[in-house]
């Protein structure tokens, strides 16, 4: 999160710290997580932000892939992409009060966010946007029936890209493509590299 302390405006928005347990497929823990969270219940349409959305892939496109892949005999990579929703940038202009336990001798500074925020109305939508525009300069497409999906062809490979909010579902007959766009994926969000797809959960 990138913050800028400035005196003067009357803070609109509080926030929270929200603390999760992250647990490996076979139910032991893998992480302790802390957020800071936006209470972005308080944001009101039309004047905080315009659209709210987050991309999930259709369950029907995931059972369609994986029965394509059986048949053509691909390989399934999972991504996950660290802190999604603080890669992007906000396009309004957004105060909130600064964190709990953040101590100042000045009563009155609140926080400007430069950068998304969990909790944030339009955090989802900056996301997409953000990926979506990445993978379009790298000659991929968006899929008209379901914008969860992204595909690259060029008459002898394909590949196909499923986005679940955080998690990127890779898949493909190019070994080097696979390879290439995971690498540019860590060099533009520092994605972790799960290997082979061997759980999926619609959480």
Known sequence: MVIHYTSGWKTKFGCRWVYKVKHH???FVEHYKSQLVAKGYNQIEG????????HVV???T???LLALLAAQNWTLKELDVNNVFLHVDLDEEFYMQLPPSFHTSSPN???RLKKSLYGLKQAGRQWYAKLSNFLLSHNYKISTSNHSLFLKHDGKHTMTL???VDEIILTGNNSMEISDITSLLHKFLHIKNLGDLSYFSKH
């Open 25 to 27: 497929v076979d139910g």
């Open 47 to 54: 004047l905080d932000f315009l659209d709210t959305f987050a």
């Open 58 to 60: 259709k369950l029907t």
């Open 62 to 64: 995931l059972r369609l």
């Open 109 to 111: 500074l609140v926080c």
């Open 162 to 164: 499923l986005v679940y």
